[in-house]
């Protein structure tokens, strides 16, 4: 079964590698539990001590509502202002 590859930009509230770093930990246990996989991430300075966040996670191409849950539960975290999915392409 195909792969499809999902990127997407996330923003915290608070600045700070320590905010980025619990962030990133949640998104690996939320892919996981939706059946996706973390593959990969980049943290970009925005400025002044705020970074953002690039990650790319996998799941199947035959799993349709995984991107909406997967943002639902990442919007819900209390350290992430807005996530943005940046592109989409098949693995």
Same mark, same amino acid.
């Given at each position: 079964?195909?792969?499809?590859?999902?990127?997407?930009?996330?923003?915290?509230?608070?600045?700070?590698?320590?905010?980025?770093?619990?962030?990133?930990?949640?998104?690996? !246990?939320?892919?996981?539990?939706?059946?996706?996989? &973390?593959?990969?991430?980049?943290?970009?300075?925005?400025? &002044?001590?705020?970074?953002?966040?690039?990650?790319?996670?996998?799941?199947?191409?035959?799993?349709?509502?995984?991107?909406?849950? &997967?943002?639902?539960?990442?919007?819900?975290?209390?350290?992430?202002?807005?996530? !943005?999915?940046?592109?989409?392409?098949?693995?």
């Amino acid at each position: 079964m195909a792969k499809m590859g999902l990127i997407y930009k996330i923003n915290p509230r608070e600045p700070g590698k320590e905010t980025i770093d619990s962030i990133i930990y949640k998104i690996k !246990e939320i892919a996981e539990e939706l059946g996706g996989e &973390f593959l990969d991430y980049k943290i970009e300075p925005i400025a &002044f001590g705020l970074y953002s966040v690039t990650i790319l996670v996998s799941v199947d191409e035959s799993d349709e509502v995984f991107p909406s849950k &997967f943002e639902s539960n990442i919007s819900n975290l209390g350290e992430v202002s807005s996530i !943005e999915n940046v592109g989409m392409t098949r693995l």
